[in-house]
């Protein structure tokens, strides 16, 4: 069976773009593949956060997969650093990529561009090491995640590529990055040209959004003063994105959510529509979510996770040390 892979880091609380652009698809490879999912918590490090929140926030993802229909006996959910395996492979696999290529990573550069060059740390630059190991540990086929992610397991896609030539073996598999047809990138309500970030909260719906909040950040978003409803992201940005997200979450293509709308010129009324619709996924989602936050329930799906992810990363691991040249012995 095919295996598929995924996670989020815990930096800050969930938006519409990680609900759209990742989580809610999820589920979907769970009963087709041998399905991963993890809380990239080493990740979370990469900037400062606060130790408190870190803690919560993790509990919170784990709450959150399970709202959007993971199941613990189909799909292995666990925390990156309860597998000891992530950190080690990540000592070696370090020394298999470029300091230019990774100064090439968007993310690294868009981050990396907010602080003073001196108080850079080494963990964010190295970040795509620590998350192609993520991904080879598990031998993972596809890698479903939203358009900026992209980058990343094209990375993981070269380092497999050297690798298996330099030692001559299939020892790693070649992952694919999958993105969803419609939301791969959902920009910020306010700042449309800007891509929605839990980092960057300006423009952004939160998943524990109240609803009436919700609305009113719906009905709020920026657009532009025509009144014609139809997608061109260079020109009605606002607009293209209000689409995408009606259209994501209505599971129809941008081409029928623009029929649906060609008649109306009324952006007010649009973004009641789009609010009831986001609205509609979003307020059930919060009460599963909620019945799945106590301690039992995630520590119990924790440990069953990190008990079957160890094993897999493990054994990988293993062959690697064994293919470097490392010294392996019982
Ligand atoms: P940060 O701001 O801390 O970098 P983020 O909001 O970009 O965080 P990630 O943890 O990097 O979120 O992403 C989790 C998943 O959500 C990834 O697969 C990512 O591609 C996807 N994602 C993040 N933002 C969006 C967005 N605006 N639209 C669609 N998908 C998104
Ligand atoms: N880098 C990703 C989170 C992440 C990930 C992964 C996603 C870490 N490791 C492996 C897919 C596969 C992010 O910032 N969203």
Redesign the pocket.
């Known amino acids: 069976m095919k295996r598929s892979l ?4 815990p ?2 609380n ?5 609900y ?4 809610r698809n999820f589920k979907n490879y769970q009963d087709d593949y041998e399905n991963f999912i993890f809380v ?1 918590d080493l ?2 490090l990469t ?1 400062p956060i606060d130790p408190t929140f870190l803690r919560s926030n993790t509990k919170d993802i784990v709450a959150f997969y399970l709202a959007a229909g993971l199941d613990k006996d189909k799909t292995t959910i666990f925390l990156q650093s309860d597998v000891s395996a992530h950190s080690e492979l990540n000592s070696i696999l370090i020394n298999y990529l470029y300091m230019g290529e990774l100064s090439r990573m968007t ?1 690294f550069k868009d ?1 990396s561009s907010k602080l003073n060059h001196e108080a850079i740390g080494v963990g964010l630059f190295a970040y795509p090491v620590l998350m192609c190991c993520d991904i080879l540990l598990y031998n993972a086929d596809v890698v ?6 992209k980058q990343h397991v094209e990375l993981a896609r070269d380092l497999v590529h050297r690798f298996n030539t330099r030692y001559n073996k299939e020892i790693f598999v070649m992952p694919e990055a999958i ?1 969803p047809k419609v ?6 309500l306010s700042d449309p040209t800007r ?6 909260p300006r423009g952004d719906i939160f998943l524990k959004d109240e609803p009436n909040i919700i609305r009113k950040k719906i009905m709020s978003a920026v657009t532009d003063t025509d009144t014609d409803i139809y997608y061109d992201p260079e020109h009605k940005p606002g607009i293209s994105n209000l689409l995408q997200i009606y259209s994501a979450l209505s599971d129809i293509d941008i081409k029928e959510a623009e029929m649906r709308f060609k008649d109306m010129h009324q952006y007010g009324e649009f973004k009641k529509i789009v609010a009831e619709t986001v609205l509609k996924e979003i307020v059930p989602f919060q009460e599963r979510y909620k019945s799945f936050l106590n301690n039992e329930t995630i520590n119990d799906v924790l440990n069953t996770g990190k008990y079957r992810a160890s094993k897999i990363a493990n054994k990988t691991l293993t062959k690697v040390k064994k293919t470097v040249g490392l010294y392996v012995h019982e």
Do not use: C, F, W, Y
């Open positions: 995924s996670g989020i880091k930096t800050g969930l938006t519409l773009g990680n759209i652009g990742a989580l990239a990740h979370a900037l993310q981050k479903p995640v939203g358009e900026d992610q993105s939301g791969a990138r959902i920009m910020s891509k929605m970030s839990k980092s960057d």
